[in-house]
């Protein structure tokens, strides 16, 4: 095959160079705001269909058992129970494999219980009946018998020898021999000689630290409305970062034929991550099939808590060389993390991203994969970064306390630059952690005075970003209006940037322009919300496909004024001629064009369908101020800046919004977010009295700087923002804590009683 | 001839190798050229990776060009929140 038949889709994604945007840039009101402050958008437990059965799942109340027998005659033989499901009900044709490949069945298994339940909360049948109420009372009806067996829920302890075992020959071939079974995938890299390396520095800091699962919070439970025909033709209504990434994972655990299904993502209350897989949707459809009736499916708090993936907890030891002058010799890191009852802890990009902000001649860093009893753990904003920066820029700071030096000059002197060879590998393009740097130093925050009983933290942190399949369609109305249709469910604000890059293209009023979330049935495959991709290639996408309708409106201008399509521009929404050779015409403005395209080649749409490659890594630095209280343990941040590289800011005020989030969701991974399991290995605290987010008065205003150091991969140079911003927060936190309270905070979170017993033991050292 | 660099973790399933010089002028190429090379990196590759190109990280297209002097990194698949 000729290379040219390789070559990705017409257009490329280089950027194309500065230049001055009338609506880029700008920050209109968002455009699903009105839905959202007057009720009217539809979230998903907001809809309905006639003749809907209730569904509800039976849970496990043991961290790890074999069902021995599970009857459930009686909870079918209840009025009003119209379908009882169980893992029989669901294909037989998904395999196991070892790893990550066998993830459809890793989902399978975690969806509805097969041998054993392997986590408290992991499900073990469902029921679909007339109203909630008899769907809960039919739960009570089912007979489960239980061989209780040891569990661990700890990720140390799970890679210990005699540890219980979760799953025998769930270990890929990453793993080296001799580990214990429930290590199932490995991971090592770097480059040069990390002893040598170490020889080279005036001080070496060996450290361990801690940190806790934590959920991703999103206001809104997972909820769904299932239609499955005995013909094998559904519909399906979800709350999800990716509704083709459902329709997939429901036809293979069905054996549906994946067009048969179509699936509309609905309004969604918060996802972070925690919505890129699935939970309930097969389970609503499984029992919609059975059935014949339309099935919803809404999960309780308890529920989220129990039974849909908290991130990973993490185990670290880091070890860093520097000389006197700041200059770090050598870096490595070793980072166990447990993901649940499954392999796929991100123990990958932990290990990948701990370094990535320096440029180091000698590092290593390896990862652990580890099984426990605990739920399936799901993606959370930067999977896996947040933890290692936490421990890597703790060592840093400490080593800058000991050194006496300033901890932006020692990060600034170590910074990767375009041209550095990062810690997991490449030769980074053009990156802007230096300006991040540079604009943290120069802002009024870190020259600010601190009161007594006040510390200072400054972290850095990196995350890679992605671009995946896209899809684009933009129609224009004869009016002059566009219909932007997107298949990235909206999770920060993107209807909006995507109606201004469509409107910075087509030269047409930002509130001319409609874009909608469609569903499977209506636009190509498109990847899920993720990555903080969203932004890059759904946005490069609509440039491209409003492009494509500005090359067919030229083409309508050049038919009517009978000269070639190259003589004609494009210029503030209307075709004009090139130059004086083309001719003398006005300009023809799009509405002019659009009014009469029925007669003049029908209608106008762009369509772009690509796999974008070009997502810009990103970097971010965090200054923290936090007050301790030494009596009572608590700690309040009482300023906080966020100077990150954002590429090109599209929305500012939605940046601004990422940005902010990405903190405050740190504050509460920092400070007060944990699963606390009991002896028995259930969880402790399934509800939002005793799992402790960030409320507002928690929180000081969050202050933010935008940096643009354009992406060379984005015709605007737009780098993902969602996750980048939690990638600092945890280390700046601590630091600031730490440098508060006199101590080196390495266990998070830093509730008050571990703050106290620190503080304790400093007296009892002192 | 591009030479792919291998995490380190992969080495055991090439034969001790961390470099390894392989034809092919497309991100997909290389990998098949990899696999037929070293068929321990078969699972590895099928369970995901994403490839670095000058510094470019790729996730998932395979069409993407490669040149001879192309700068390549496999590194494991990239996936967010």
């Not at chain 1, 450290?207 to 439970?221: L, N, R, V």
Request: net charge negative.
């Amino acid at each position: 095959m000729a290379l040219d038949e390789y070559r990705p889709q017409e257009g490329d994604e280089a950027y194309e160079g500065p230049r001055e945007f009338r609506q880029v840039g700008t920050r209109p009101d968002r455009p699903d705001g009105f839905d959202k402050v007057t009720g009217r958008a539809r979230f998903g437990a907001d809809m309905y269909a006639p003749g809907m059965l209730h569904a509800a799942i039976l849970r496990s109340p043991h961290a790890h058992a074999r069902i021995v027998r599970l009857d459930t005659s009686k909870a079918e033989a209840l009025e009003g129970v119209k379908a009882v499901v169980t893992r029989a009900d669901f294909s037989k044709n998904v395999i196991f494999a070892p790893g990550t490949v066998g993830e459809f069945w890793n989902i399978l298994e975690n969806i509805m219980a097969g041998e054993k339940a392997l986590y408290d909360g992991h499900a073990v049948a469902a029921v679909a009946a007339t109203t909630p109420l008899i769907a809960r009372d039919a739960l009570k009806l089912i007979e489960v018998e239980y061989e209780i067996l040891p569990h661990v829920t700890d990720v140390d302890e799970a890679m210990k020898p005699g540890a219980p075992v979760i799953r025998e020959g769930a270990a890929d071939r990453s793993v080296p021999e001799g580990m214990h079974p429930n290590v199932v995938r490995y991971h090592e890299s770097g480059h040069g000689d990390v002893e040598a390396g170490f020889a080279e520095a005036d001080l070496v800091i060996e450290d361990h630290f801690t940190t806790e699962a934590t959920h991703q919070g999103y206001i809104e439970p997972h909820a769904c409305l299932g239609t499955l025909g005995a013909d094998g033709k559904g519909e399906l209504w979800c709350c999800t970062q990716g509704h083709w990434y459902v329709q997939k994972v429901c036809a293979a655990l069905l054996d549906l034929e994946t067009a048969n299904l179509r699936v509309t993502a609905s309004e969604i209350g918060g996802g972070f991550g925690g919505k890129t897989t699935v939970f309930i949707e097969p389970v609503a459809l499984a029992l919609s099939r059975k059935a014949g009736r339309p099935v919803k499916l809404v999960m309780s708090r308890a529920e989220v808590f129990r039974a849909t993936g908290p991130t990973a907890s993490a185990s670290m030891d880091i070890r860093i060389g520097m000389k006197k002058d700041g200059t770090i010799t050598a870096a490595q890191g070793t980072f166990r993390l447990q993901g649940g009852a499954f392999p796929g802890a991100p123990m990958e990009f932990t290990a990948m991203c701990a370094f990535a902000c320096y440029d180091l001649r000698h590092v290593r860093q390896v990862g652990y994969d580890v099984m426990t009893n605990r739920p399936k753990q799901a993606a959370y904003r930067a999977p896996g970064s947040p933890m290692a920066a936490f421990a890597v820029e703790s060592v840093i700071d400490e080593l800058c306390n000991r050194l006496g030096l300033d901890p932006i000059e020692v990060r600034l002197k170590n910074a990767a630059r375009e041209g550095t060879k990062a810690s997991y590998g490449p030769t980074y393009p053009r990156i802007g952690l230096v300006e991040t740097l540079e604009a943290a130093r120069a802002h009024p925050h870190y020259a600010a005075p601190l009161k007594p009983g006040q510390g200072r933290g400054i972290s850095c942190g990196f995350w890679f970003n992605y671009g995946g399949e896209t899809s684009v369609s933009l129609a224009l109305s004869e009016d002059g209006s566009a219909q932007v249709m997107v298949g990235t469910p909206d999770i920060g604000g993107s209807r909006a940037s995507m109606a201004l890059m469509a409107a910075e293209v087509l030269g047409i009023p930002y509130e001319n322009i409609r874009v909608t979330v469609a569903d499977t049935g209506s636009l190509g495959y498109n990847e899920i919300s993720h990555g903080s991709r969203v932004t890059y290639a759904s946005g490069l996408a609509t440039i491209k496909a409003a492009r494509d309708a500005v090359r067919k409106l030229r083409q309508r201008a050049a038919d009517k004024w009978g000269i070639d399509v190259e003589a004609v521009d494009w210029v503030d929404g209307c075709a004009v001629p090139s130059g004086p050779n083309a001719g003398d015409f006005d300009p023809l403005p799009l509405a002019e064009i659009t009014k009469t395209m029925g007669a003049t080649g029908g209608p106008i749409s762009g369509h772009f369908e690509a796999t974008p490659e070009g997502a810009g890594v990103s970097f971010a630095t965090h200054i923290v101020d936090a007050e301790v209280d030494r009596e009572t343990g608590k700690t309040r941040v009482v300023r906080y800046t966020v100077v990150q590289d954002a590429g090109k800011a599209i929305h500012p005020t939605y940046v601004e919004g990422q940005f902010q989030g990405g903190a405050a969701q740190g504050i509460g991974w920092a400070l007060n977010e944990e699963y606390i399991y009991g002896e028995d290995g259930r969880l402790q605290n399934p509800g939002f009295l005793d799992y402790r987010i960030p409320v507002a008065s928690d929180l000081p205003m969050i202050d933010t700087v935008i940096v643009e150091v354009p992406n060379p991969g984005h015709p605007f140079g737009v780098r993902g923002v969602g996750e980048t911003s939690i990638c600092p927060p945890l280390a700046a936190i601590a630091n600031a804590v730490s440098n508060a309270a006199g101590v080196r905070l390495r266990d998070l979170p830093m509730r008050p009683s571990r703050i106290l017993d620190e503080l304790e033991k400093q007296r009892d050292d002192a | 001839m591009p030479e792919v660099h291998l995490w380190s973790g992969l080495r055991a399933l090439a034969g001790g190798r961390e470099v390894v010089e392989v034809e092919g002028r497309t991100v997909g190429e290389i990998l098949d050229a990899l696999v037929a090379a070293c068929p321990g990196l078969k699972e590895p590759i099928e369970a995901g990776v994403s490839v670095a190109v000058d510094g470019r990280i790729i996730a998932s297209a395979r069409n993407e060009p490669v040149n001879p002097d192309s700068e390549i990194y496999l590194l494991q698949r990239l996936r967010g929140g």
